[in-house]
């Protein structure tokens, strides 16, 4: 059965330091999505992407954050100067598009800002 | 803007007990709703859902019944396993959009 992966699964950095989530959807769906999950929190929505460019994106996705898809099977989420409020569990998620909203998740990475 | 509800767990049963997760929401249109499960250690998985109102999503011998008159989406099994242990999160997306909003979700202990 077809999964969304993602690496790492653990990520440790220090504060300040650029980091790069990636994430292997579905292949043949269309919309991606990263979410997070901060310890004892709400899952919360980060951004969507769809035909290589945001589709949708939340008041937590500011300018320290970036989504890419740098070829055809990747899709990125770069924090570009991690603070410690970042350490959370991100998901990433994929959906076939069109009609459909189900998404399905990967098993997340946990980053860890110290 | 939108919000989901859940019941504050962890909820603990017997196994072959009934369970319900009460679920409510506030949206504005008619959102499709959704619940997930969680098991350790892995990610969010689809449980079942429901796109208008009235419609019953099941899988797995749980179901819940979209009911816009209340705002609810409640989660029911009837004979829970050890093996059900885990995390439930209700969600929804609001018409036009496709991110979803989640619950704070509810843990689950089946005991044997």
């Known amino acids: 059965e077809p999964e969304v992966t993602q690496t790492p699964s653990h990520q440790v950095t220090q504060m300040g330091q650029e980091v790069i989530l990636r994430c292997v959807p579905i292949s043949n769906h269309l919309y991606f999505y990263w979410y997070r999950q901060i310890l004892g929190q709400k899952v919360e929505f980060l951004v969507s992407f769809y035909n290589n460019e945001i589709s949708e994106k939340s008041e937590i996705f500011d300018d320290q954050f970036s989504v890419e898809r740098p070829d055809g099977s990747n899709f990125t989420l770069k924090i570009r100067s991690t603070k410690l409020e970042d350490s959370a569990m991100y998901f990433c998620?994929?959906?076939?598009?069109?009609?459909?909203?189900?998404?399905?998740f990967g098993p997340g990475t946990r980053l860890t800002v110290l | 803007g939108d919000s989901v509800t859940q019941m504050e767990g962890p909820v603990t049963l017997s196994e072959e007990a009934f369970l319900t997760i009460n679920c409510t929401y506030t949206a504005t249109g008619y959102p499709s709703l959704f619940w997930y499960v969680q098991y350790p250690g892995e990610g969010l998985q689809l449980l079942l859902k429901?796109?208008?109102?009235?419609d019953k999503g099941s899988n797995k011998g749980f179901e819940a019944t979209y009911r816009k008159e209340t705002t609810s989406f409640h989660l029911e099994k009837g004979s829970v396993q050890v093996s059900d242990s885990a995390v439930y999160f209700c969600a929804l997306s609001s018409t036009g959009r496709r991110a979803l909003t989640f619950g704070s979700g509810t843990r689950l202990q089946v005991q044997p």
């Open positions: 998620a994929s959906s076939e598009g069109l009609g459909s909203n189900e998404q399905f």
């Open positions: 429901a796109t208008k109102a009235d």
